[in-house]
Nanobody, 123 residues
Framework: QVQLEESGGGLVQPGGSLRLSCAAS????????MSWYRQAPGKQRELVAN???????TYTDSVKGRFSISRDNAKNALHLQMSGLEPEDTAVYYC?????????????????WGQGTQVTVSS
């Protein structure tokens, strides 16, 4: 059984900062890619940032230079440091972890999602 726990959302004024965290617990072999997605009201869920196991990061254009994704492999944790927040960043943010489950000699990867945390940017 794998569980993800998200934390760190809230209400912030434009230009402010927030740090989101996501921690995985349970029984699994390894974590591959770790990502943050967001979904604004009436819009499709979009990929915000991704970090590979080796630490390579990618960002959607609208957050480049403002958001920073990081991971702590020892703690099975993922973070998203958000600064220079804009009203357009308002959304529910979800972490998504590509988790490897080992059964006998077979290693299979599955996407696990956090419960979502609300980020609201408003004055």
């Amino acid at each position: 059984q794998v569980q993800l726990e998200e934390s760190g959302g809230g209400l912030v004024q434009p230009g402010g900062s927030l740090r989101l965290s996501c921690a995985a617990s349970g029984s699994f072999f390894m974590i591959n890619d770790m990502s943050w997605y967001r979904q604004a009201p009436g819009k499709q869920r979009e990929l915000v940032a991704n970090v590979t196991r080796a630490g390579t990061t990618t960002y959607t254009d609208s957050v480049k230079g403002r958001f920073s994704i990081s991971r702590d492999n020892a703690k099975n944790a993922l973070h998203l440091q958000m600064s220079g927040l804009e009203p357009e960043d308002t959304a529910v943010y979800y972490c998504c972890l590509q988790i490897g489950i080992l059964r006998d000699v077979d290693l299979s990867f599955y996407n696990y999602w956090g419960q979502g945390t609300q980020v609201t940017v408003s004055s």
